[in-house]
């Protein structure tokens, strides 16, 4: 750790006496904090601007109940561990100190004297603010007095059924999505630069929300925000905790909703983060068959621990309650459940019950969930969880998880599995499109192609499909046409929109440029009227979770591997059935059975992408038996040919 003086402040190196309680922390915070129910304990922990007996300063309180001793250290004492005793003010371990003539924006630690008498530097686990990389130390920040204009956001979200509204979410990582040509923190975008043309990509591309990887502070880039060390900072690669707020302000005034990546699931090794925080595992397991996660190098948080889920049940509320968004998608869920999770045998040890599911992790979920959306109506609660584990989208109450949404991985891994074939062999796979529609309903499921699916040699998502040229755009356009009609909210990472050709690498930008080019501006303008389609049609999304929501008209065609179905509302009009076809053959006799005799609308086609209202092909359908309905149209379906029919 550099040592640095502030020009301001000068060093002071005399040792003072512990100064008396505040009396900022109460009885009663204590005991909240100890019954894990303080769930604004990050209010009372952490450093915070306040005048005590007539003199400006900061407030300074930390738990570290194994400590011999705490002291405060920064620029303003030159980094000096014996010169600000704090004092410890309860039986849980909290210590507090205030400091002052102290300000917003400096420099400052916890040096930490553990019962062996060594000295840990550590940042503050409830810091605001964090100094930037390859710094290490906490910023003290004021984020109180923010002015929030995005009340009839929040009061909209409050009252809505997030289930049955369109979810099209763009995933971003703001560090490489643009840069600019400067050097200054690598040319990333600020908050507040990135907020404007972030906002006017996705209000004009038609995605209804944006999830942004790697807020919390991180000292890695190459971890992309999963190794936390500073949960309650937003990163100060792309500027302060105020500026954060703009951009979610401003993204809000824009129609747009704000969705963050959250790691509760475990946390790095570097020595000024939480590991060993007091000289002992104190945030993390202290038996390491539970606390050491062996494939990833890092710490898992102790859920059984009061403290520790306060910690964390607060730190959701924080984002959700101080920083207005919209939901959180929780990382890893898996590694949490399940106690053999990247174990071998002999490297876990089973529950009490002998099995293998983390219950201390179950049971923070259901009180992490229903904690966070019992205060805040409309947040969403998003797990990422790969295996098939029963109810993480139903109710507590039910014995479920209580999560709104989870990630529908196994869609996933079928769909790209099908899309990488040649399409001569598609026919082979032909179940891999039509299996993730028997269980639909189970939970309720996004649809994600996320950063996962573009690094460490899986290609980027133009490069996985077969051919060449043009026909890897048009299975793409295929794919996402597929992917449009199916059931389930949807997801897809920043560049895949317009068919970005190498794989994603956190250092660089996106190559904008590419969309000035034909194949890939056409792409984008395909993609771009899918979403605008889904927006405008309730019956892609409002039946996301029900049987009556989904007809197939014959999923069976996998010889010429083809799809047919019917999407539907609760109204029963405005119905929308989907034709793809995934193979370079045209079916220039194609027939597909349809419910009713009515004219059908073409709305959507692969060569022209959306029609203009006025120009849209019509359709009448005629008597006589195909694919199991009493009518049918004939359409000539080209090759790679997609075709969405309103009715």
């Not at 001793?69 to 039986?91: R, Y």
């Not at 747009?256 to 000024?272: N, R, T």
């Not at 494939?295 to 009061?306: I, Q």
């Amino acid at each position: 750790m550099a040592v640095r003086k502030s020009a301001k402040t000068p060093a002071k190196t005399t040792s003072r006496k512990p100064k008396p309680d505040t009396g900022w922390i109460s009885e009663l915070d204590c005991y909240l904090f100890g019954a894990g129910t303080h769930y604004d304990i990050y209010q009372k922990l952490g450093a915070h601007p306040m005048n005590w007996n007539g003199e400006d300063g900061i407030f300074f309180a930390v738990w570290a109940p194994h400590a011999a001793a705490v002291h405060l250290v920064g620029d303003f004492n030159g980094w000096n561990p014996d010169a600000n005793p704090m004092k410890k003010i309860s039986q849980l371990g909290i210590w507090e100190y205030f400091n002052p003539g102290m300000r917003v924006g400096e420099l400052y630690k916890f040096a930490i004297t553990t019962d062996t008498g060594k000295i840990l530097y550590k940042a503050d686990p409830f810091a605001f603010s964090a100094e930037y990389r390859p710094g290490t130390a906490s910023v003290t920040a004021d984020i109180s007095g923010f002015a929030w204009s995005d009340h009839e956001w929040i009061a909209a979200r409050s009252h809505t059924d997030m289930a049955k509204c369109p979810i099209s979410i763009y995933e971003v990582h703001l560090g490489s999505w643009r840069k600019k040509d400067r050097e200054e923190k690598d040319g990333c975008y600020t908050y507040i630069e990135a907020a404007h043309e972030l906002a006017a990509y996705v209000r004009e591309m038609g995605y209804t929300h944006v999830e942004l990887m790697g807020i919390a502070e991180h000292p890695y880039d190459g971890s992309w925000g999963y190794q936390v060390t500073g949960y309650f900072a937003p990163t100060s690669r792309y500027g302060t905790p105020k500026e954060f707020m703009y951009f979610v302000n401003y993204l809000h005034k824009n129609g747009i909703g704000v969705i963050l990546d959250w790691v509760p699931a475990h946390f790095p090794k570097d020595a000024h983060g939480l590991a060993d925080f007091d000289g002992h595992p104190l945030y993390e397991y202290e038996d390491p068959k539970k606390g050491e996660h062996p494939d990833w190098g890092t710490r898992v948080f102790d859920y059984g621990k009061n403290e520790v889920k306060d910690f964390l049940i607060s730190n959701a509320l924080y984002w959700v309650e101080q920083y207005h968004v919209d939901g959180l998608r929780v990382d890893a869920v898996a590694s949490m459940l399940y106690l053999d999770y990247g174990r071998q045998e002999g490297q876990w040890t089973p529950n009490r019950y002998g099995g293998n599911q983390n219950l201390e992790a179950i049971e923070f979920f259901k009180h992490l969930n229903t904690v966070v959306q019992g205060r805040n109506h409309g947040v969403m609660m998003i797990a990422e969880e790969s295996t098939a584990w029963p109810g993480v989208t139903k109710h507590p109450q039910q014995d479920g998880l209580g999560f709104t949404f989870k990630w529908n991985m196994g869609w996933m891994h079928d769909f790209l599995e099908y899309m990488k074939l040649d399409p001569y062999f598609r026919k082979y796979s032909h179940n891999r499109m039509t299996f993730s529609l028997t269980y639909f309903t189970s939970e309720n499921y996004i649809l994600v192609l996320s950063h996962d699916e573009v690094v460490h040699l899986k290609c980027s998502m133009i490069n996985k499909m077969p051919g060449l040229g043009e026909d890897k755009f048009s299975n793409l356009k295929a794919g996402y046409t597929f992917m449009l009609g199916h059931p389930g909210k949807k997801l897809l990472f920043m560049g895949q929109d317009f068919g970005q050709w190498h794989e994603w690498d956190e250092k660089k930008a996106l190559d904008w440029y590419l969309a000035d080019k034909d194949s890939h501006r056409s792409l984008q303008k395909y993609v771009r009227d899918l979403l605008h389609l889904y927006k405008k049609y309730p019956c892609l999304y409002s039946l996301d979770h029900d049987w009556n929501g989904f007809q197939w008209i014959n999923a069976n065609d996998g010889d010429r591997s083809i799809f047919s179905f019917i999407r539907r509302d609760e109204t029963g009009k405005k119905s929308l059935l989907f034709v793809i076809n995934f193979t370079p053959v045209p079916r220039p006799d194609y027939r597909v059975g349809v419910p009713k005799k009515c004219k059908y609308t073409l709305l959507l086609d692969q060569e022209h992408g959306a029609y203009k209202a006025s120009q849209c092909p019509t359709y009448t359908s005629a008597k006589g038996e195909c694919d199991g309905q009493p009518y049918s149209i004939a359409y000539p379906l080209g090759a790679y040919g997609t075709a969405i029919f309103r009715f």
